[in-house]
């Protein structure tokens, strides 16, 4: 059992290494890609991450039964899903409000393990739920929050990212992680080019910088991390990737205060604040519990 934890903690800390990856990635892209439509963004993003991760595992990927491949393929599609309607939602609704409601994955993920599984997900979820939704709410909404075509496709966004996750959990267990990231990355960008050339036009010329922003989305800002949260579901739950994942937007307002010079406020620093406290009952609150169990058992 010890062995377990500890694994599981390993699990939580890549998940966290992800989340820092995100939110570090929307600071360095963030004024990198004018002139590149959102569609044909996603696409050469998924291009460069299913070249980067198969140069590294294609010969793992190759040896997979071909369930697993499709099984990767299709979690992928699922996943560049959320990408495709979040892009789309992004034209008709704020960055703020999109944010928010594609965050509310954190509590769709743990009600549909409780729903499938019948098991309670215990008190301590229930209220890290609570505090990271009030985090997240606090870091991204900023004025009122309207309901309209963005919003309604943001929580279709919400919903694939919610399904993602949940396939991760399924399909990763007794699969190579790194070649299923492979077979993710295939079916997200075979998804993705369809999109871009059924709704875009090419892109006649790129700058240098929205080069450089693609290559580093897609290969650090998603082939790695790709790769890190599929090994990562291998030994963690689905409830704890939800509620880990959810510190990306604390990381992004830290590091954008750090190195571009955002303010920091009371409303970033209390929404952290809550967000933190949610994450750290979802992992210290079982380890006390058992602590005094042990206490409690020994002579």
Known sequence: MEAKRRQMIIGDLAVLLVALIWGATNVVIRDALDGI???????????IAWGAVMLIFGKRAMAMERRAKAAGTFTGMVFICAYLAGAVGLLYTTAGNQSFIISMSVVFVPLSVWLFTRKFPGWHVVTAVALCTAGMAGLVLDGNLSVNIGDLLSAGAMLFVTAYILLVQKFVDGADPCGLACWQAFGGMILAVAAALAFEPIPAHLSGAAWAAIVYAG???????????????????????????????IFGSAIGVIFIGEPMTWRIFIASALILAGVLSVEVIPAVRKQNQQKRQQP
């Open 219 to 249: 290969t650090i800002g998603f082939a790695l991390t790709l790769v890190l949260q599929t090994t990562a579901q291998k030994y963690t739950t689905s409830t704890h990737v939800a509620i880990l994942l959810s510190t990306s937007g």
């Open 37 to 47: 439509t959102p569609f044909w963004f996603c696409a050469l993003r998924f291009i």
